[in-house]
């Protein structure tokens, strides 16, 4: 069957939900967190001596005020208790505006965990084994001086550190065969030791071939300090060093993580931003935004070192994985190092151009850009563009804007008329890039490209979830050199469902028992425990007909259910997806305009009822649950008409080790590769298809 998918039929507006639990740290209560918290210290004798004198409290460490002094009178012990009270109420609140404290003591938690989870993973064989290779590397001899380092190091600390009659933990560096080796504090030892381990198991399993050349394990252990991409701050200082050799080893283990640098082709090494403590950021407070997160997810931490260095980056990670913030902080911080005259839009136009397929995503990514710019102290800084709604508000915003959200279509239509400018935007992504370079909006997005600054001037970026084939080498002419940074993701075009959601395959003999057996399915949800009746269910249909069909009937059965699709005018569409957000209506019927990208929290349940386009639309649409971490639940009704992608379904559902039904294997396990400029390499083949009738595709 001929389905043709346009551009502008992909595109839908609502409002995206506020704001998460993070918003209330505003710019006020961050200034009062700004204060100068340094504490001038008092002699032990201070606090002691004077019952006359009263002591001044407010000078004290806190170290100082938990001492309590002889002879303390009570008004004075009082006293001295209500100001380590308050001082400690503001050092917490400091840390979760600025995200620091808080999140370095969960880090070390989480190194911890980490390590042994790594030696775990490596004693049964899981670990990947990219990270693998990479730890097997390290040779004996290296091993050695390594630890000969640490003694080294240890010993010198501690002979400093009973001179100074300071604590332990402090950073030391030694040179060891002419590379600066990073001694860290205990916790890390315990990495080390974790890390050791595994170079250990590998090397006894594979003892006869761990001679790796002398340059390879030099090249594999340089410390990222040398010759590397890390970014340096706005003020011109070397920014924190991201994280060690080891610990990045350790992490690329155990998060089976891919970065493919054209630059350093050989290299092994790689820079990794594990904290958001060790985040560069033009001022602290930009970090404000992350306060609500424990770390950066593996996206993030793989990808702001490049990009905070201007490079150009192809970012594949499973849906709900924190691609957003993966490129939108680098964007905040690429303004926030402009000068004031260069980051004026009246004369220089935007300097940023975040593209998404979608109005409904375009709205949420704004969201995002806007807490970033907003804790930059960048007012009315980004702006959303897209179709569907009245222009002269947009147009007005675009005077001020300098960084653009938006969709393809509006975006283009204020290039032609004048509106918008964006000759100087340096910093571009293309969001959902594999759907954006997809033929309904392949012309589009060349226009667009055309009216930014000519590569390599332009940091081009490209983020999606799945990768295909088909749309690499059309990729490739808008970028250059660009590191690619797959996580879990192979490289060889397979896709990867997220792995946190169960998929389960029902093959229904007949396509007339889909709505008896969907209604079944919400109502046994809806009954399986007492909260769930208040649970998010997707429901997926391919056109807008059969959406609205299905909505009715499950109005009819008493389901409080809503709707999206391409029939519907943009009022209808925000108030119900603004309905679904807030669970005031919990089953949403929709077609693939909901299947990119939406991040609605608590969706507990996708059903596919039926199959999409593409093996890709899958991936998209089940993503909508088991995001940020959570688990989630996708149901797919298969019938005979879906059997063209019974082979990627299968593998699909292997890769994720997910139960492959046998009624689906009937179908035959052949992935039909073909390339296609609007569908993919999984382009469904139509020349054994029965009769070629014309159907649009609606959304
Ligand atoms: N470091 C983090 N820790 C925890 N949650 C995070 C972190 N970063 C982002 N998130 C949250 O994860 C959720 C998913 O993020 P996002 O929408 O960016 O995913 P995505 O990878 O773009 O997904 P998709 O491929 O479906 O578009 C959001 O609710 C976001 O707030």
Redesign the pocket.
């Known amino acids: 069957m001929g389905k043709k998918r346009k551009a502008s039929e992909t595109e839908a507006v609502d409002e995206y939900p506020a704001a ?1 639990a993070n918003t209330s740290k505003d710019g006020k209560e961050r200034k009062s967190k700004k204060k100068d918290t340094t504490e001038k210290s008092l002699t032990p004798s201070a606090l002691t001596n004077s019952t006359k004198e009263k002591p001044e409290y407010e000078k004290m460490t806190i170290e100082e005020l938990k001492r309590k002094p002889e002879n303390e009178e009570e008004s004075d012990k009082a006293a001295r208790k209500a100001e380590l009270k308050k001082r400690k109420r503001e050092d917490k609140q400091k840390a979760e505006v600025e995200g620091g404290d808080s999140i370095a003591a969960e880090t070390d938690k989480d190194k911890k965990k980490a390590a042994k989870l790594a030696k775990k993973l490596a004693k049964q064989g899981q670990a990947s084994e990219e990270g693998k290779r990479q730890l097997a590397e390290e040779s004996k001899e290296e091993k050695a001086a390594r630890k000969e380092a640490k003694r080294a190091a240890k010993a010198k600390a501690k002979e400093e550190a009973s001179a100074n009659g300071e604590g332990e933990g402090k950073k030391k560096k030694k040179k060891t065969k002419g590379t600066v080796t990073e001694v860290e504090e205990t916790k890390d030892v315990i990495m080390e030791d974790a890390v050791e381990a595994i170079v250990e198991d590998k090397m006894d399993v594979d003892s006869s071939n761990s001679g790796s050349s002398e340059s390879e394990v030099e090249k594999s252990k340089t410390p990222k300090s040398n010759g590397s991409t890390a970014p340096t701050t706005a003020n011109g200082t070397e920014s924190p060093a991201p994280a060690d050799s080891v610990a990045i080893n350790l992490y690329m283990t155990t998060h089976s993580i891919k970065i493919t640098d054209p630059a350093k082709p050989d290299s092994a090494s790689c820079d990794l931003i594990l904290n ?1 403590s060790d985040l560069p950021a033009v001022d602290k407070s930009h970090l404000a935004p ?1 306060s ?6 593996p ?2 931490a793989a990808s702001w070192s490049y990009l905070l260095a201007g490079k150009d980056l192809i970012g594949v ?10 490129f939108a902080y680098p964007a905040v911080q690429y303004l926030s190092k402009m000068s004031k005259s260069d980051r004026n839009p009246k004369k220089s136009g935007a300097r940023v151009v975040i593209v998404s397929p979608t109005r409904e ?1 375009a709205m ?1 990514i704004f969201e ?1 850009v806007e807490k970033l710019t907003l804790a930059a102290g960048l007012k009315e800084a980004a702006t959303c563009i897209y179709g569907g709604v009245p222009k002269d508000p947009q147009r007005e915003s675009l005077k001020k804007a300098l960084v653009i959200v938006a969709t393809p279509g509006r975006l283009n239509d204020f290039l032609e008329e004048g509106a918008a400018n964006i000759s100087q935007a340096g910093y571009v992504v293309l ?2 890039a594999d759907r954006m370079l997809d033929k309904g909006f392949e012309d589009a997005i060349k226009t667009i490209l055309g009216a930014t600054p000519a590569t390599p001037k332009r940091q081009t970026l490209m ?3 799945t990768w295909p084939q088909s749309v690499r080498q059309l990729a490739s002419t808008f970028m250059t050199k660009p590191v690619r940074i797959g996580i879990n993701s192979p490289d060889d075009g397979d896709l990867r469902a997220n792995t946190r959601i169960t998929q389960t395959v029902e093959v229904l003999a007949d396509g007339r028992i889909k709505e008896p057996r969907l209604l079944n399915i919400i109502n046994a949800h809806q009954r399986s425990s007492p909260g769930a009746k208040n649970d998010r269910i997707l429901v997926f249909a391919l056109y807008k007909k059969e959406a609205a069909r299905l909505e009715n009937f499950l109005r009819a059965k008493g389901i409080k259910v809503g709707g999206i699709h391409g029939d519907l005018n943009q009022a209808t569409r925000t108030s119900t997806l603004a309905e679904f957000k807030a669970g005031r209506t919990p089953v949403l019927v929709a077609t693939d305009v909901a299947a ?4 609605i ?1 608590n969706v507990k349940l996708v059903i596919n009822v039926t199959f999409p386009l593409t093996i890709e639309d899958y991936v ?1 649409r089940i ?2 649950t088991g ?3 959570e688990l989630g639940k996708a149901i797919t009704f298969f019938t005979d008409h879906d059997k063209a992608h019974s082979g990627s379904l299968i593998n699909v559902l292997k890769a994720a080790n997910q139960a492959v039904p046998d009624d689906l294997m009937k179908f035959g396990t052949t992935v039909k590769k073909k390339e296609h400029a609007s569908y993919g390499a999984f382009y469904k083949d139509t020349s054994d298809a029965k009769a070629a009738t014309k159907i649009k595709f609606d959304d």
């Open positions: 998460q958001f992350f609500a997160y424990k770390s950066p997810t996206i993030q990670a499973e849906t709900g994985s924190g691609k957003t913030m993966a995503l949420q995002q969001d959902e983020f999606t979830a990119r990208g939406l991040d929290p998209h993503g909508r995001r940020a971490g």
